[in-house]
């Protein structure tokens, strides 16, 4: 490892090898730099005004300004919007509004994404592998008018309570929540759904600004750890969609052993599964295509990636696949 790799590393306070890996990633120290400087930014917070609760987001707007938030409308998507500013008080997450359901909170914005990326329909069976707490599977009702199925899996009690209370404040009625692993999921439900989320625990390689023991807190041990688990559920996320399904697999990682190796190694000798060019509402970075010498699979030149540096938002991996 370069001295120029360390020294950014001890300026920032991250283990090395996690900038080694970044300089790998872009290909260039300046750009090395200037993701380590996004990182240190703190992210604005943004709300998604909840059309099952609410004909007219406007009114929402209007309640809120006037206890002094300052928000502006996301251009890429309708009912969201980044808080440009906040009184004092009341807090986001203590206001009537948001105890009553009007609103969902984000630390960031880049959340909004995966949703409208795999665009469930109404007559959808969608299966969502790990839910807690909540944003992607209330969202996704959302897109369906609370109509069609929703299987929310969530295997930890806590966060299950959490994913729970979110999903019955915000009035989502199409959704059943399960606490199961969802490497069970591809034996329980096995070629049940028609779409699928796989929203994966992974390090937070992506979202260091929402926590800066991020940047020492991960081993090169749990992140193999974290891979072996992301390509178990992803199998098992394949293995519960119908012929013609499609999934979509996505981290709050730029780590690329989280990413574009996880797809790698799943998708290797599988030519039952396509992996579709995306339509984002926000144009994507590249994914990494060579990682240390490692070619991954022609295929995942589809997916896309989001950057702090880049798209003012989190890191975030994201890939759409349909099983033949
Ligand atoms: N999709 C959620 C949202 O938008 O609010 C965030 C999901 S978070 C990135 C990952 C979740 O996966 C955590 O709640 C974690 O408890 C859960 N999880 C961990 N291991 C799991 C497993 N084996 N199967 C399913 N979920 C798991």
Same mark, same amino acid.
């Given at each position: 490892m370069g001295e120029d790799v360390k020294e950014l590393a001890r300026r920032y306070g991250y283990r090395p090898y996690m900038v080694g890996r970044y300089l790998e990633i872009l290909g260039d120290l300046k750009e090395v730099e200037e993701l380590l400087e996004a990182f240190e930014k703190a992210l604005r917070p943004s709300i998604r005004c909840n059309k099952l609760k609410l004909a007219d987001c406007r009114e929402l707007i209007e309640r809120l300004e006037k206890m002094g938030f300052l928000l502006e409308r996301i251009g890429w998507c309708s009912e969201a919007y980044e808080v440009l500013r906040e009184p004092e008080k009341p807090s986001l997450g203590s206001t009537h509004e948001h105890l009553i359901g009007l609103y969902y909170l984000y630390?960031?914005?880049?959340?909004?994404?995966p949703p409208i990326t795999l665009?469930?329909?109404? /007559?959808d069976e969608v299966?969502?592998?790990?839910?807690?707490?909540?944003g992607k599977t209330t969202h996704m009702a959302q897109i369906m008018r609370n109509k069609g199925l929703i299987v929310a899996l969530e295997p930890d009690e806590g966060r299950l309570r959490v994913l729970r209370n979110n999903v019955e404040r915000l009035g989502v009625k199409n959704t059943v929540l399960l606490r199961l692993d969802g490497r069970e999921a591809g034996k329980v439900f /096995?070629?049940?759904?028609t779409k699928a989320l796989l929203d994966a625990p992974c390090t937070g390689e992506g979202i260091i600004m929402l926590d800066p023991s991020r940047k020492t807190k991960t081993s090169l041990e749990d992140l193999v750890k974290h891979h072996e688990i992301q390509k178990e559920l992803l199998r098992s996320a394949l293995d519960s969609l119908k012929g013609g399904g499609r999934i979509l697999y996505t981290t709050c990682s730029i780590a690329p052993e989280e990413n574009e190796l996880v797809l790698n190694e799943v998708i290797k000798? /599988?030519?039952d599964v396509r992996v579709l060019s995306l339509e984002t509402p926000v144009k994507l970075s590249p994914p990494v295509t060579e990682y240390y010498g490692i070619r991954v699979d022609? /295929?995942?030149?589809?997916c896309g990636r989001t950057y702090p540096h880049v798209h003012g938002m989190e890191g975030f991996f994201i890939c759409l696949m349909e099983l033949k």
């Amino acid at each position: 490892m370069g001295e120029d790799v360390k020294e950014l590393a001890r300026r920032y306070g991250y283990r090395p090898y996690m900038v080694g890996r970044y300089l790998e990633i872009l290909g260039d120290l300046k750009e090395v730099e200037e993701l380590l400087e996004a990182f240190e930014k703190a992210l604005r917070p943004s709300i998604r005004c909840n059309k099952l609760k609410l004909a007219d987001c406007r009114e929402l707007i209007e309640r809120l300004e006037k206890m002094g938030f300052l928000l502006e409308r996301i251009g890429w998507c309708s009912e969201a919007y980044e808080v440009l500013r906040e009184p004092e008080k009341p807090s986001l997450g203590s206001t009537h509004e948001h105890l009553i359901g009007l609103y969902y909170l984000y630390r960031g914005k880049a959340s909004l994404i995966p949703p409208i990326t795999l665009k469930p329909g109404e /007559r959808d069976e969608v299966l969502d592998m790990a839910a807690a707490p909540g944003g992607k599977t209330t969202h996704m009702a959302q897109i369906m008018r609370n109509k069609g199925l929703i299987v929310a899996l969530e295997p930890d009690e806590g966060r299950l309570r959490v994913l729970r209370n979110n999903v019955e404040r915000l009035g989502v009625k199409n959704t059943v929540l399960l606490r199961l692993d969802g490497r069970e999921a591809g034996k329980v439900f /096995r070629k049940t759904f028609t779409k699928a989320l796989l929203d994966a625990p992974c390090t937070g390689e992506g979202i260091i600004m929402l926590d800066p023991s991020r940047k020492t807190k991960t081993s090169l041990e749990d992140l193999v750890k974290h891979h072996e688990i992301q390509k178990e559920l992803l199998r098992s996320a394949l293995d519960s969609l119908k012929g013609g399904g499609r999934i979509l697999y996505t981290t709050c990682s730029i780590a690329p052993e989280e990413n574009e190796l996880v797809l790698n190694e799943v998708i290797k000798g /599988r030519d039952d599964v396509r992996v579709l060019s995306l339509e984002t509402p926000v144009k994507l970075s590249p994914p990494v295509t060579e990682y240390y010498g490692i070619r991954v699979d022609e /295929r995942i030149r589809y997916c896309g990636r989001t950057y702090p540096h880049v798209h003012g938002m989190e890191g975030f991996f994201i890939c759409l696949m349909e099983l033949k």
